[in-house]
Nanobody, 125 residues
Framework: QVQLVESGGGLVQAGGSLRLSCAASGRTFNIYSMGWFRQAPGKEREFAAAITWSGGSTSYADSVKGRFTITRDNAKNPVYLQMTSLTPEDPAVYYC??????????????????WGQGTQVTVSS
């Protein structure tokens, strides 16, 4: 089992920045990669970013590329999502997720085995 806990959500003005954190515990040695997804009201959950557990490879959705950065500090465990230049299209509940299998695509939520409870991001215009 792997437990994931997100933090760092909140209210930010358009154009501002926010950093989300995801702390993993439990059998983390089984994790191949971590992902961030988001779900806005009335919309499906969508992929935002992913990083291998080693931190060597990252992936981004086109909608966040150049504005969001996913990182992982190997010494401290958490996975971070640094979000900059936030727009009114970014508000959502942001979820982190853990993927155990390297054979699955990082872009689809069905590839992930464990999920956090989510953290709300709100952007004011």
């Amino acid at each position: 089992q792997v437990q994931l806990v997100e933090s760092g959500g909140g209210l930010v003005q358009a154009g501002g920045s926010l950093r989300l954190s995801c702390a993993a515990s439990g059998r983390t040695f089984n994790i191949y990669s971590m992902g961030w997804f988001r779900q806005a009201p009335g919309k499906e959950r969508e992929f935002a970013a992913a990083i291998t557990w080693s931190g060597g490879s990252t992936s981004y959705a086109d909608s966040v590329k150049g504005r969001f950065t996913i990182t992982r500090d190997n010494a401290k465990n958490p996975v971070y999502l640094q979000m900059t230049s936030l727009t009114p299209e970014d508000p959502a509940v942001y979820y982190c997720a853990a993927r155990l299998s390297r054979d699955r695509t990082p872009y689809h939520q069905d590839s992930y085995d464990y999920w956090g409870q989510g953290t709300q991001v709100t952007v004011s215009s």
